[in-house]
T-cell receptor, first 116, second 111 residues
Framework: AQKVTQAQTEISVVEKEDVTLDCVYE???????LFWYKQPPSGELVFLIR??????QNEISGRYSWNFQKSTSSFNFTITASQVVDSAVYFC?????????????FGTGTRLKVLA | SQTIHQWPATLVQPVGSPLSLECTVE??????LYWYRQAAGRGLQLLFY??????ISSEVPQNLSASRPQDRQFILSSKKLLLSDSGFYLC??????????FGSGTRLTVV
């Protein structure tokens, strides 16, 4: 069975601090995708990044960076120099298999509060 | 362009009343469609998905049902709402599985 664990329920940081959101996944598929989404107070889900199981390169996009490690089944997300606008719920998700159903399994989310 | 419409945005319904939430997709054909629910302070739970017209798969036993009467229309229904049906409902679609496009969501409060 597939599973995504986001152990951090809520994190509070002061603006300009760096913060890392953890994501650990379980799957038996050899081909799979991992995602991070941001959910601001409005509720809509905003896509941040997708990573396939064959690409373990870390990625940096502005203040955001992602660390994918298959050896530990983790896909962690770091925000550098956090800002108040980063306050949101962040979801990690997993999709895999060849059934064509493309189901996403989401973690329970991490609520990030960035204080001014 | 590809868009997804979900309505209504908010809904307050009494216990025991029926429910119908609608989701429509534009700009694509034969998408996979999904209904997710987010209970207060919790993660996103997959309720139903559909890979084609009339094809519905349920992920969890519940008081809700789904239908797909047309290729780009996905409906979530209930005959009698329970308090536990309250939550934020999100519709999503994908063709390739590489990216979900989510609707703006419906916040349902059952009173």
């Amino acid at each position: 069975a597939q599973k995504v664990t986001q152990a951090q329920t809520e994190i509070s940081v002061v603006e300009k601090e760096d913060v890392t959101l953890d994501c650990v996944y379980e799957t038996r598929d050899t081909t799979y995708y991992l995602f991070w989404y941001k959910q601001p107070p409005s509720g809509e889900l905003v896509f941040l990044i997708r990573r396939n199981s064959f690409d373990e390169q870390n990625e940096i996009s502005g203040r955001y960076s992602w660390n994918f490690q298959k050896s530990t089944s983790s896909f962690n997300f770091t925000i550098t120099a956090s800002q108040v606008v980063d306050s949101a719920v962040y979801f990690c998700a997993l999709s895999g298999g060849t059934s064509g159903t493309y189901k996403y399994i989401f973690g329970t989310g991490t609520r990030l509060k960035v204080l001014a | 362009s590809q868009t997804i419409h979900q309505w209504p945005a908010t809904l307050v319904q009494p216990v025991g009343s029926p429910l119908s939430l609608e989701c429509t997709v534009e700009g694509t054909s034969n998408p996979n469609l999904y209904w997710y629910r987010q209970a207060a302070g919790r993660g996103l739970q997959l309720l139903f998905y559909s890979v084609g017209i009339g094809q519905i798969s349920s992920e969890v036993p519940q008081n809700l049902s789904a239908s797909r009467p047309q290729d780009r229309q996905f409906i979530l229904s209930s005959k009698k709402l329970l308090l536990s049906d309250s939550g934020f409902y999100l519709c999503a679609w994908t063709v390739t599985g590489l990216l979900y496009t989510f609707g703006s969501g419906t916040r349902l409060t059952v009173v």
